[in-house]
């Protein structure tokens, strides 16, 4: 059964240092990967999707997959102080079947 | 752009009582998802629907039923909530397919047991 795990559970950046959040999930054959975003009290929000090996950016946002060791990165460039949130990390099958597999967060504090 | 509406917001209860959670889209998407979210943690899946008067199990359940009776609406019953099942209670929609599609959300609703 897949795991997804999420790597730090919390991590403090001061404004415009870049924040590099780590995902790693267990069946090499999952096929698509998403960074979800979710400020207190709200629903996700979907940051990037990345569907094959190397990088996809989506404005500040970065996802870096390397699916032979089984992770998938999230940078963000220059976050502001809006940008602190839980950061999920959610992996699909590649069977293709319905069941996303979420990581449990990191949670982004970004200080002024 | 299209928006999922979930109601109530929160929702307070006493234990052993059956509690309903409603969710709305007006993406006109296939698959509809209920989640459970306990204290900023993970996601973890409950039921989907991937199309009217379809269910599927999700990982969690136990202790829940779904109902899909119109392709815009997507409702779950706690049947009898416990004190330990308090948490946020997240819907989901996305196109048809299969998981290769994004999900969007809607903003949660929080059950309370008292």
């Known amino acids: 059964q897949q795991k997804v795990q999420q790597s730090p559970e919390s991590l403090t950046v001061s404004e415009g240092a870049m924040a590099s959040l780590n995902c790693t999930f267990s069946?090499?054959?999952?096929?698509?990967f998403r960074w979800y975003r979710q400020h207190s009290g709200k629903g996700l929000e979907v940051l990037v999707s990345?569907?094959?090996?190397g990088e996809k950016e989506e404005g500040s946002f970065t996802a870096h997959l390397n699916r032979a060791s089984l992770h998938v990165f999230l940078h963000i460039r220059e976050p502001q102080p809006s940008d602190s949130a839980l950061y999920l990390c959610?992996?699909?099958?590649?069977?293709?079947?319905?069941?996303?597999?979420f990581g449990s967060g990191t949670r982004l504090l970004v200080s002024p | 752009g299209g928006i999922i509406t979930q109601t109530p917001k929160f929702l307070i209860g006493q234990e052993g009582q059956k509690l309903t959670l409603k969710c709305q889209q007006n993406?006109?998407?296939?698959?509809m998802y209920w989640y459970r979210q306990d204290s900023g943690k993970g996601l973890r899946l409950i039921y989907y629907?991937?199309?009217?008067?379809?269910?599927q199990k999700g990982d969690l359940s136990e202790g829940y039923d779904a109902s899909r009776e119109k392709k815009s609406s997507f409702s779950l019953t706690v049947t009898s909530a416990q004190k330990n099942e308090m948490a946020v209670f997240l819907c989901?929609?996305?196109?048809?397919?299969?998981?290769?599609?994004?999900?969007?959300f809607g903003e949660g609703s929080r059950l309370i047991v008292v």
């Open positions: 989901a929609s996305s196109m048809g397919g299969n998981s290769g599609n994004t999900l969007y």
């Open positions: 069946d090499r054959s999952s096929d698509n």
């Open positions: 990345i569907f094959s090996d």
């Open positions: 959610a992996v699909s099958p590649g069977t293709g079947g319905y069941k996303v597999v």
């Open positions: 993406f006109n998407h296939d698959t």
């Open positions: 629907s991937i199309t009217e008067n379809d269910l």
